[in-house]
């Protein structure tokens, strides 16, 4: 087990330095100059040069390279084009909110996505079973974008019981100690401000979690019939045990092993996710802040965000696995 | 039991918690978030909209016009020769840090923008700022700028000399990058300052939420009497249908950055009004003369009467778009109302078409080296406010041309690319625009057309042309420079040298609450004369 872990964590090397060639790549990858593109319409040459050696695209690529890692493993993602802040600090300030809304997503995904598998699969092609489908379905091919406006259009504009973006109200006189606000208006009992908060999340983490939320309910529902139609299955049964006890002691902690895997793997999504949930609610988080940032040509800060997701994603996907093996004694890695 | 109780209560009271009132505020929905809050380093809309309200310049736009009214001076006077200007400054007036606001405070703001040694000019720069506007408004930093001296004559008197007459000097001055700082808190805040401003305007700045919102609160002591609401708060919604959401269900009071189709939904909303900001933005199509076609008049003429403008503008501008008829929108004291645009007509262009060689239609080009290639036609990959949704238009324009035998194809590129292309004199025939940045003419006309053959220009070279802006932009009397843009612009339409295809006037959305909102072309509107009922 200890083996297995080392050797899985190595592995993570080569895939980092994969995705920091790819990161740094795609300034260049991009057409066009980047400065010309910052400046716009009343770029002047001298102004283009000027910009040019700012951002040492007059150097040769190899040494941009060698430069950029050797920041980057200092812990320098470099500053804000366009504000020049540093970055890394700008990153970490806006992280919380990103963190807040995925974890509200995947715990509604996670609490509503088994029971709706489970049953699913006890209650095989019954009419349960067939809206639980057709809503799974329905919910992987939803565009969030569509079903961010959607949400906010219904339940802000025409019911107006929600509101239709934001983490707090305009106004709302708030220090939060953590930018965890829910955290710190719970630690600071704070209660005006935690209904607020909760107010304000409800919209993005149901947007942000329906696709994760319908694939946790298909591969629950897959992977419990597997399960469900093995032999100790039918022993179980055949004791006498409830149909409960059955399928919740017996089948169900079998099952959610693969389930686990596809949650671990569903925090890149959520990520990914992010940045549209986030920009249609103003949600200010890391994923409006890349949105931003691709917009205006901030190239420092879509490299440096890209790095860090792909850092956070590498290291969930390394967690999984280790916890996989962890709560599976039966597996064996030689 | 008790739990789902507990639960049930909970979701109830989250979702119908009131919404707290919002009287004495003003919520204004902007379309991002600010670059950052110091004038005298930005240069865009969304940051100029805020720091419009903490600071003042000399002097100001009046109204929604872009003729200039006393601001933190009360009067001046320039030297008959139009080199020396006298400014009075206002006196009593205090920057929101309690230091007062006298000339000496002027003179230091000056020379920060001015002499690329002073110490908070040059830390800017270091830390990668530029003071674009100062460079390109008055020619630049040091011995190369027109301005030659500005000096404190007395404690409330300014004087600044020039080098040569500039004529747009106080349109320049009017300037929101021209707003004056406070001294003290630039030198305590340094490159910081942006975000932390102090200046002498209506509001005070009071806190900035990354990604979210900008707070300011009024300033009571305010010169031009106190605003007539407590606080402004600016949010920064992205999205356009969501911005316009959050306006019906009373989030916001105010947004820009409506999209044209949206327009007509808010015209139904009772509950909402539309306002429209002078137009101060013209969209053009442009020729490339190293193009052996362009070159003849007759085919440029024949393009100016194939192109259905008034169908465009009614069809793709969701109504606020006017039709183009010369490159200064009309908004502008420059623009010449004598001038008569070519009218649509089909048969004509084709007479001139044919009169040019071309009976059987243009559909390929040649080139500088005689070689033939097809005819395309470039489309912006963006939307601008001159040209909202350049793609549809210029379908519609290529529909008209072909109707009169021009074949194009119709192409684009990545933004960078494109306006790359431009600049080295690429493209064969394009589409782009302009929007006002002062309200000169010299602003629109100038950059354009001072250079003849410039490759940015696509190489359009009408030396008189340039010789009549250059002589408008020396001249001291306005009525004279009046006369001299509109003889530009004649100029310019008789030679069909470029086809100004729309102006558009971007709508702002209001709720029916807010009263003394007034659009300004510049888009930099005060907020101190807006009240919230």
């Known amino acids: ?334 | 039991m008790r739990l789902s109780r507990l639960a049930l209560l909970l979701v109830v009271g989250v979702c119908f918690t009131p919404m707290p009132a919002l009287a004495q505020t003003f919520v204004f929905g902007a379309q991002g978030e600010p670059v950052q809050l110091d004038p005298a380093v930005i240069t865009d809309g969304i940051s100029s909209r805020i720091t419009r309200q903490i600071f003042d310049g000399l002097v100001r736009y009046r109204g929604s016009t872009t003729e200039v009214e006393p601001a933190l001076a009360e009067k001046w006077e320039v030297s008959r020769d139009g080199r020396v200007w006298t400014f009075q400054l206002r006196r009593n007036v205090k920057f929101h840090d309690d230091t007062p606001l006298d000339a000496a405070a002027v003179v230091w703001n000056f020379e920060r923008w001015w002499k690329s040694g002073h110490a908070q000019h040059e830390n800017q720069v270091k830390a990668g700022q530029t003071f674009e506007y100062w460079e390109a408004q008055f020619g630049g930093f040091d011995d190369k700028s027109v301005v030659t001296k500005v000096e404190a004559v007395g404690t409330h008197t300014l004087r600044i000399t020039l080098k040569d007459p500039q004529a747009p000097f106080l349109a320049n001055l009017a300037m929101f990058v021209f707003d004056i700082a406070s001294p003290r808190a630039v030198e305590t805040s340094g490159t910081e300052f942006g975000k932390r401003p102090v200046g002498t305007g209506a509001f005070k700045f009071v806190e900035w939420k990354p990604n979210q919102e900008v707070i300011l609160e009024a300033n009571p002591d305010y010169w031009g009497g106190k605003p007539k609401v407590k606080r402004v708060v600016v949010r920064n919604i992205k999205d356009n249908s969501q911005r316009l959401g959050a306006l019906k269900a009373g989030e916001i009071h105010a947004m820009e950055g409506l999209n044209p189709d949206d327009v007509a939904v808010v015209k139904r909303d009772s509950s909402l009004q539309l306002l429209l900001r002078p137009t101060n933005t013209t969209g053009y199509i442009a020729f490339n003369y190293k193009v052996k076609e362009f070159q003849d008049k007759r085919v440029r003429h024949a393009f100016a009467h194939a192109i259905n403008k008034k169908a465009i503008v009614d069809a793709l501008y969701g109504g606020t778009g006017l039709v183009a008829t010369q490159f200064q929108p009309p908004s502008l004291w420059g623009y010449n109302r004598e001038l008569r645009d070519f009218e649509y007509s089909p048969a004509k262009a084709q007479e001139l078409l044919r009169q040019a060689g071309f009976a059987q239609g243009l559909s390929d080009i040649t080139g500088e080296d005689g070689k033939k290639e097809p005819l395309i036609f470039w489309y912006m990959s963006r939307s601008r406010p001159y040209f909202p949704n350049p793609k549809e238009i210029a379908e519609a324009m290529a529909a008209d041309l072909a109707k009169v035998g021009i074949k194009v194809e119709l192409q684009t590129a990545e933004w960078a690319v494109y306006l790359d292309k431009r600049k080295n004199g690429q493209l064969s025939l394009y589409m782009l625009g302009w929007t006002g940045d002062n309200g000169d003419p010299d602003n629109f006309l100038c950059y354009f057309f001072c250079q003849p053959g410039a490759s940015r220009e696509g190489f359009y070279a009408n030396p008189a042309l340039a010789d009549v802006l250059l002589r408008a932009q020396k001249a001291v009397s306005q009525v004279e420079r009046a006369r001299l843009y509109r003889q530009a612009e004649q100029m310019l339409h008789d030679d069909v040298g470029r086809l100004f295809i729309a102006n558009n006037q971007p709508p702002l959305a209001f709720s029916k609450r807010v009263k003394g909102y007034v659009p300004h072309p510049t888009g930099s509107e005060y907020f101190h004369t807006v009240e919230v009922q």
Do not use: C
Request: glycine share 8%; charged share 15%.
């Open chain 1, 1 to 334: 087990m200890r083996r297995y872990a080392i050797q899985r964590s190595l592995t993570v090397i080569p895939v980092l330095l994969g995705v920091s060639v790819l990161v740094f790549g795609f300034i260049h990858l991009i057409p066009g100059d980047p400065a010309l593109t910052m400046l716009g319409e009343r770029a002047t040459p001298e102004k283009v040069t000027e910009v040019r050696a700012r951002l040492g695209l007059d150097r040769p690529i190899w040494q941009q390279y060698g430069i950029y890692i050797g920041r980057v493993v200092r812990g320098d993602l470099g500053v804000s084009i366009v504000r020049g802040d540093p970055v890394l600090a700008d990153l970490l300030r806006r992280f919380p909110a990103t963190v807040e809304l995925a974890t509200a997503a995947i715990v509604l995904a996670v609490a509503l996505g088994i029971p709706i598998g489970v049953a699913s699969a006890v209650w095989r092609n019954s009419i349960v079973d067939s809206l639980a489908r057709l809503w799974a379905l329905t919910g992987v091919s939803m565009p969030i974008f569509w079903l961010g406006l959607m949400l906010a259009w219904f339940f802000g504009v025409e019911l107006r019981v929600l509101p239709t973006g934001f983490r707090l109200d305009t106004g709302t006189t708030f220090a939060p100690w953590t930018n965890f606000v829910i955290l710190d208006a719970t630690l600071q009992g704070n209660w005006p401000v935690l209904a607020d908060a909760l107010r304000h999340l409800v919209l993005p983490a149901a947007a942000l979690a329906t696709i994760p939320l319908a694939i946790i309910a298909r591969m629950t529902r897959a992977s419990m019939l597997e399960v469900l139609s093995r032999e100790y299955i039918r022993t179980a049964e055949a004791k006498g045990l409830s149909q409960a006890a059955v399928v919740l002691r017996h089948a169900l902690r079998n099952a959610l092993l693969p389930v686990l895997t596809v949650v671990g793997l569903q925090v890149g999504h959520l990520l990914a996710g992010a940045i549209l949930t986030e920009t249609i609610f103003s949600w200010p988080g890391i994923g409006l802040w890349v949105y931003e940032s691709i917009e205006s040509r901030d190239y420092a800060i879509v490299q440096g965000a890209s790095l860090f997701i792909a850092v956070i994603v590498v290291g969930v996907n390394l967690m999984t696995d280790l916890l996989y093996a962890a709560v599976d004694p039966r597996i064996k890695y030689d």
